[in-house]
DNA sequence: ATGAAAGCGCTAACAA
DNA sequence: TTGTTAGCGCTTTCAT
């Protein structure tokens, strides 16, 4: 490893005989440089290989022309989101940062705030917060939340439209002809989670039926939460004949459970989960489920983002983007 | 929008009544502050919920804490491979930049050493490259390249055994009792196609079988340009009874081709792809294809790159790691 | 134990 | 047209 120092403003200034002042000029394509200058620097430019520092320009510049996604990990959720974001960005001028502290810090609340003061005011002109807990940031910088754990007026939002959603797949199951519905409940402090319990109990309601309380089970959004939950679900004194769970990952896990149970899937149970992950179309059977148009949110927000730094007047602060039910071989008519 | 100005170290030294040198000791923990003062800075720093600038710490400081991962845009591929760099970050005390210009300035060659330059010296202690096309960069910064274009001895590398991949998708074919096998090919200036019609040969020479030259067709990783090459392979006077596509996007492109042409796959053409990217198991019939194992790929380019930076040797500078055969529906044995 | 001051690489007034 | 100068927010000697 060589220690082949980085090129700075000063080389090529010295190199080219004249001030740092008319290098940065050159530049940033200032008037009032010869053009013989011009070209003279431009070529030590080319030679030397120089570019200037993203860090060092940011410092002293308003704008910095690169907006941050702040994600607390990079996981199925947030990368997917990072694809409809880049889609946004693409011919917008602007560069993408995805910035995560690597898992660590995540157990203190409020990384979303260290992340966006870090950040923020320098290098980046404005934040995507990817399910932030904290939405009040305390923070004039543009900024767009999606999916935020609660919902705030403040800051503008994207979300999915999570009751509907669940209203969606509850119906799916009744309209198959299920009466005994279970519901495996997602993490009861996120705002995603109500929404789709609520939108559970609207559509049993309005289908005249009413929800069995043993029937609703804490399932956290995890595997292994879900595990306890999906066994009460199958293994009391009577068990329902279908289950919505919250979302794909603890609907997997019902499956897994019930068939372990010796339950057919979907015979003897039908399943419907939410999210559409990619898992949910490889299980097997695969698994009929609610999409979450992630890759949307990504985009919408960005284009939000864009609106504000330049701004413009957002056309609505909190955005629902609709979701839609993907009928895969995990539910069936009752027996 | 109100206009909270971001809370800058000056905020905090003058509502402590101290001087920023004396902030700064507190923040970074040095000696030399009396504990009353530390802990009156302290008090002040939570009140204002003040937090360093990452870029103007980074500016001055020699190590930053964060590496970056240059991509040349948010693709299925990278943002895997960022899963598997967030892994390997976790727990490292380092935090993870992923960087991407949008798209832009893509065009011409070397994104990779601008990048790298205006992110490198600041901001990065050292960087993951995703498939560069320039690999000579020039520079001294600690830099690990995942599956670049071409191979550089210089440069540590980490990618995936493309050539046995592909001994093992057309031994696959050969096993099933192919003995007539088209090869679409992908783009010949990577690195990794090549290897991938490398071992294509070594597989058909190895079992005593003719490579039909006919039957090799550029098809560049693409969907639109596998179209042609696909019709190419199928509609000449005399046909292979399989195909083995550079890609999965390519080898989902021959399916549809084939289809269109009225054969039964893979009754009439066995395909096989390569990559696994979750496309391949949706697409009808699911595709038997080559894993590469591209999460992995993230995780240990990372780690070599955390060996880099602090000092210590690598293992191997070039590491492969190995593929594996996904059996699907795509392939049976010829009729 | 504390603070003044220099400077990281760059941009932007302002002078020359 | 060009160069000088003053910072951006921070860390780090080096005086005090």
Redesign the interface.
Known sequence: ???????TIHDVAFAAGVSVATVSKVVNGRYGVASSTTERVQGVIDDL????????R??RARRTGVIGILVA????FS??L??G??RA????????????????GLEQPGWE??YL???????IDGAVLVTPTVVDV???A?VVAVDPHTGHPDMPTVVSDNQDGALLATEHLISLGHRDIGFLAGRSDLESAQRREAGFRQAMSKAGLTVNEHWVQPGDYEAERADPAAHALLEGPTRPTAVFAANDLSAIQTITVARSLGLRVPLDLSVVGFDNI?ES??CDPALTTIDQPIQEMGFQAVHMLLELIGGRALDATHLSLPTALVQRGSTAPPA
Request: net charge positive.
């Open positions: 490893m060589t220690t082949a120092r980085r090129v290989g120089y570019e200037s520092s993203l860090v060092a940011t410092l990990d990079f996981e199925p990368t997917e990072l694809k974001a880049a960005v693409r011919s917008s001028g602007y560069e993408l940062v995805a910035y995560s502290a690597g898992g660590s705030r260290r003061n870090r950040l923020s005011g320098t290098l305390g923070y004039s543009p990619p179309a490889l």
